[in-house]
């Protein structure tokens, strides 16, 4: 029994969406897919569905695709909140676990001197705080446009009922730190599943350098120790790759879009294990 993790699937690509469809059944494995996994509704339907059939359980956390109000959905698409308590909807009838349900128990084997181990699935978003010092929030836009770094989340990604996306990431912020106090017992240890990073010094990107400030939330630097977290997985950077940080393993764990993975090793080659 293996906890297997992968994110930024990208399904609108025909490429991946074949690689996902090709996806070999994993027996007594779980799955957590860490956002990214589409932007139209239709299509993480079904693939939830997908993987809910070939893994005996998925947990899954929304990316900034997700999130996105697309307009070919017409009448359908929803905005902000409303879009994300259609996403938990969808997961639900899958039977998916979301950032919205009861942390499950990790059942299988446990690392050395863990005696509980909870998977914990967060939707945080991002506050721009990800960026230098010395640019001023109000200033964030226009500096990252002169690097022609805009994230498209500016256009599609709407914060409804909110007036701004920082006043949403300030209240999923709050609803989870009450959560996870009420409800991680003091011998919990965790694997925290986030689709943005936890920590400003784990984003890595040289080409696209000024995209830092949609990437996370210098709230969340310290939620590894906090949380006593063995390991945290998220996406978003098509990085791919492992940094240890006080003992703690952070995943990177992107499939990413068509050119940026090796279409011979498969969606099966990209599934990294966690525990």
Do not use: K
Not at 123 to 132: A, E, G, I, K, V
Not at 224 to 239: M, S
Request: aromatic share 8%; glycine share 6%.
């Amino acid at each position: 029994m293996r906890l297997r993790a992968i994110s930024d699937l990208h399904l609108a690509a025909a490429h991946n969406r074949e690689a996902l469809e090709a996806l070999p059944e994993h027996p007594g494995d779980w799955l957590i897919v860490a956002g990214d996994v589409a932007e139209r509704l239709e299509i993480v339907d079904w693939a939830l569905g997908l993987l809910a059939d070939r893994f005996e359980r998925v947990v899954w956390v929304p990316g900034n695709h997700e999130l996105w109000t697309v307009a070919r959905e017409g009448a359908d698409a929803a905005r902000g909140v409303a879009r994300y308590e259609r996403l938990i909807a969808i997961a639900r009838r899958h039977g998916v676990v979301t950032p919205e349900d009861p942390f499950p128990d990790w059942p299988g084997p446990l690392p050395d001197g863990v005696s509980r181990l909870v998977i914990v699935p967060l939707f945080l978003l991002y506050d721009y705080s990800f960026r230098p010092d010395h640019v001023a929030l109000a200033d964030v836009v226009a500096w990252a446009d002169e690097a022609h770094n805009v994230c498209a989340d500016e256009l599609h990604l709407l914060p409804d009922p909110f007036s701004t996306r920082p006043d949403w990431c300030r209240a999923r912020l709050d609803e989870t730190r009450h959560r996870l106090s009420r409800e991680l017992s003091p011998e919990a240890h965790t694997v925290l599943v986030n689709h943005w990073p936890l920590r400003r010094d784990l984003v890595r990107i040289p080409r696209v350098p000024r995209f830092t400030p949609w990437c996370g939330t210098t709230e969340t630097e310290d939620w590894h120790r906090r949380y006593r977290a063995h390991a945290v997985v998220t996406g978003h950077l098509h990085t791919r790759r492992t940094d240890i940080v006080d003992g703690t393993r952070f995943e990177e764990v992107s499939l990413g879009y068509p050119r940026q993975w090796d279409h011979g090793r498969g969606c099966a080659g990209y599934l990294r294990a966690i525990l």
